[in-house]
């Protein structure tokens, strides 16, 4: 695999790894350089391809650059735990009577008028979710407590189920957590992995609670067996090259291993383990802080599209990123924050299929990394891929830099077999453009529903188009949304390991309180003052562990707020009128507000932040506009149904300032760039493309 640099300024080696589908992506910091690998993934055992990783880049450096590693990892695990149902065996232990909250849930239809529709099965079965005699009142009182017996007795069909993991969540237990501390403790001194209600969610609302706090526990057996497998990896990884360096343990600074959340920031492998809920959106997270920090250096609200090989992943950025503590993962509830992502089953290796009713489908399914499009030469069925080879929009030398070979002969002719029974398709190029069209359609209702659907104009907006496939489409997509601007970053193949190398550490905390808002009830002040005052003791507590402290930790209050008599919050920074901040919020939403009604707060929030070492992405000269000397060769490429001599670029290349006028292709190491006719292109300071759509008068 060949590397590719770009030079920034920094002094600490840090690897950033984003596990993917088809390829993983990896970027490191030596020298003061950020340097891109990717590497084919093994979805079997993810933590392989890390491995591999870690092998590859420790062949070419110098063991005195092994003294000390900072690993940060985005991580699909827990997604595809869920999706797939591959989690660990766990146990439900929860007040007598109300061992069906899982199934009962909240009733709510996923579609109103499907007949037929089924809801997912619960994680864990009835025959495994048992009942304890214990009662916390509403009012926090204590009804009945938990007798010895009753406990051991419990413990006792804990063991007789052969759990992996136990998920302890008793009714009222976010205002008196006493009852659950008492069995967690008896559970842990047996060795069991116990995730904890009040310690996962401490808010009301008992089915999301539950199911959240379930959702931790069947994936903490997995989760765990992945993450240590990784320590050891990195851990590996430094003592091999202080072995040949003559160094010793104590001399080196050792491995650390930190994990993406869902929310934009990075925690510790330990605290992952232990709370992999927090993790679900990983991998999507890290690309959505990237543009981020793209829309920072001055482009202003961006929709980031996140290509790669198995999904589309799309979000709203809008100076702070979005997020929500109510989202629904695989079906299922699950109340920690995580960012504002729209996911939809469109990537490069999404299969393409003729229906019964001869009409054509991409997708969800994926060809993955294994067996792959057919032009990598193991997959059988067409996919997005196969069709852009067909389409010449990739070239035959392939990807990577030329490591990583096409065969186009073997994809005409498996995508001339799949196309046998279609009706009305004459030639393997319409089937790929079939392909094509249909996969856009897909992601621009995607697109649709983070923007237009939520009252936003996406011509408003410029398109931060990365992931291996997402320059292929972007332009076709923002000419179809009326988006003015794609952008397409330094190493887009990568851009989801360049956020979680930026990533700062994070820590979200939350408790229910339900009380009247300020101003509106007597007492209210000194509750508020108490419940952040728990909040900040323990979120303190918690930085220490990941080595910040004082001034170093920068936290953030937040309260989620909602007229009284209504089911759903929005939440609000607790600095200043958040009263009047709160109505505003809520004109804004829902196009209505009453200040004259009564408002109360039901949680309070915490964030934690510990900065990170900085990454201070070089400015370049502006220099010349001629790009042809990053001109590689012409070849045929279908634009609208026609095919046409089309000039290709080499990215690495082009200089800030160059101007690539469409139709035209600029390929790089780890991504493709498709500039169509009456766009054009030009390399920024930062080294981004911006690609514009020429004006009409």
């Known amino acids: 695999m060949r590397f590719l640099r770009s030079r920034v300024e920094c002094a600490v080696m840090r690897v950033a790894i984003d596990t993917g589908g088809t390829f993983t992506d990896c970027l490191f910091l030596r020298d003061g350089r950020v340097e891109i690998l990717k590497i084919p993934s093994t979805p079997e055992n993810p933590a392989q391809a890390i491995a591999h990783a870690l092998e590859q880049i420790r062949a070419r450096t110098s063991p005195a650059e092994w003294r000390e590693l900072d690993l940060l990892c985005g991580t699909t695990v827990g997604t595809n735990a869920l999706l797939e149902r591959r989690g660990g065996r766990a146990v439900l232990v929860t007040t007598a009577g109300f061992e069906d909250v899982l199934e009962i849930g909240r009733q709510a239809r996923p579609r109103l ?10 994680l864990v079965p009835r025959e495994r979710r048992l009942g304890l005699r214990e009662r916390v009142g509403a009012d926090g009182t204590i009804v009945e407590r938990p007798a010895g017996a009753e406990i051991a007795r419990v413990v006792k069909r804990v063991r007789a189920a052969r759990a992996e993991s136990v998920a302890v969540c008793f009714l ?8 659950e501390r008492r069995l967690a403790r008896r559970l842990r ?4 992995a116990v995730s904890v209600s009040h310690e996962i969610l401490p808010e009301f609302r008992e089915y999301e609670r539950t199911s959240t706090t379930v959702v931790n526990a069947y994936l903490a057996p997995v989760m765990s067996r992945y993450l240590e497998e990784i320590e050891r990896n990195a851990e590996g990884a430094v003592s091999a090259k202080s072995s040949r360096n003559g160094t010793t343990r104590k001399q080196r600074g050792g491995a650390r291993v930190r994990v993406m959340q869902s929310n934009g920031g990075i925690l510790s492998a330990r605290v992952a383990a232990r709370e992999p809920v927090r993790t679900i959106l990983s991998g999507p997270a890290g690309g959505a802080l990237a543009a981020k920090q793209i829309a920072d250096a001055g482009y202003g609200s961006v929709i980031s599209f996140d290509m790669g090989g198995t999904s589309t992943d799309v979000s709203l950025v809008e100076g702070a990123l979005r997020t929500t503590n109510e989202s629904i993962v695989a079906g299922l509830p699950v109340a920690v924050p995580m960012l504002e992502i729209h996911t939809v089953g469109a990537g490069g290796g999404s299969i393409a ?14 060809a993955g990394a294994d067996p792959g499009p057919i032009c990598y030469g193991r997959g059988e069925l067409p996919t997005v891929t196969d069709a852009h080879l067909i389409l010449g929009r990739l070239g035959r030398e392939g990807l990577l830099g030329g490591d990583f070979r096409l065969d186009e002969g073997r994809a005409r002719e498996y995508m001339r077999r799949a196309m046998r029974d279609a009706r009305g398709m004459r030639s393997v ?8 069209d249909v996969v856009e359609a897909t992601m621009e209702k995607a697109i649709r529903v983070i923007s237009i659907e939520r009252g936003r104009d996406p011509r408003d907006y410029a398109l931060v188009a990365f992931g291996g496939a997402g320059g292929l489409h972007a332009c076709s997509l923002a000419a179809s949304l009326g988006i003015p601007r794609v952008l397409a970053p330094k190493f887009p193949g990568a851009l989801s390991a360049l956020g979680i190398l930026r990533a700062d550490v994070v820590k979200e905390l939350s408790h229910s309180v339900l009380t009247a808002a300020a101003g509106q009830a007597a007492g209210t002040p000194h509750l508020l003052r108490s419940a952040f005052a728990r909040l900040e003791g323990d979120g303190s507590r918690e930085m220490r562990a990941e080595g910040f402290t004082g001034r170093q930790v920068q936290i953030e209050r937040f309260f989620d707020m909602r007229y009284v008599g209504q089911a759903y919050e929005l939440t609000i920074a607790a600095t200043g009128d958040y009263l009047k901040a ?34 201070a992405w070089p400015r370049q000269r502006m220099g010349s506009a001629d790009a042809s000397a990053a001109m590689l060769t012409r070849r045929r490429v279908a634009f609208g149904g026609k095919f046409r001599a089309t000039p290709i670029y080499v990215r690495e290349k082009l200089r800030a300032g160059n101007r690539v006028a ?22 920024d300071e930062y080294e981004n493309l911006a690609v514009n759509r020429e004006r009409k008068d």
Do not use: K, M
Not at 429 to 436: D, H, K, P
């Open 662 to 683: 469409g139709p035209a292709i600029i390929a790089e190491y780890s991504a493709t760039t498709v500039v169509p006719p009456g766009w054009n292109a030009r390399v």
């Open 582 to 615: 709160f109505h505003a919020e809520h004109e804004r939403r829902y196009g209505y507000a009453d200040p004259a009604r009564a408002v109360e707060i039901v949680n309070v929030r915490a964030r934690f932040t510990g900065r990170t070492a900085p990454l």
């Open 429 to 436: 190029e319409q089937f790929a453009q079939g392909i094509v």
């Open 189 to 192: 001194a047996e060795g069991y």
């Open 353 to 366: 299929r003729f229906d019964r009713a001869g009409a054509l489908r991409v997708g969800p399914e994926s």
């Open 113 to 122: 008028y499907d007949f037929f529709v089924e809801r997912p099965e619960p």
């Open 172 to 179: 009222f237990s976010f205002l008196r957590p006493e009852h």
